[in-house]
Nanobody
Framework: QLRLVESGGGLVQAGGSLRLSCTAP????????MGWWRQAPGKEREFVAA????????YYAPSVQGRFAISRDNAKNTLSLQMDNVRVDDTAIYYC?????????WGQGTQVTVSS
């Protein structure tokens, strides 16, 4: 199992930017394909973006394509999500996990709230 800790969320105005981070205390993110998911109030958790081991390959949900960028720094054991031109409907709790998550537990996530 990989314990995951997300950070960087907050309140941002529509059109603004935010950068989320994910670390794995006691684990090694470089061993896994990683991704970001989000869960908005009253909705199911949905896929946002994923990145391969080297960081050279990534893919995105259509709703965030062109606005979000996933990256990783294996030397720093960190996964990131750069969120630009955010929209009100990006409001959600954001989670990182292996891709696919399988049985790996979810962290507590980080809340992103976008105001109009």
């Amino acid at each position: 199992q990989l314990r995951l800790v997300e950070s960087g969320g907050g309140l941002v105005q529509a059109g603004g930017s935010l950068r989320l981070s994910c670390t794995a205390p006691g684990g090694t993110l470089a061993d896994y394909v990683m991704g970001w998911w989000r869960q908005a109030p009253g909705k199911e958790r949905e896929f946002v973006a994923a990145i391969n081991w080297s960081g050279q390959g990534s893919y995105y949900a259509p709703s965030v394509q062109g606005r979000f960028a996933i990256s990783r720094d294996n030397a720093k054991n960190t996964l990131s999500l750069q969120m630009d031109n955010v929209r009100v409907d990006d409001t959600a709790i954001y989670y990182c996990n292996m891709n696919p998550p399988g049985q790996n537990p979810w962290g507590q996530g980080t809340q992103v709230t976008v105001s109009s």
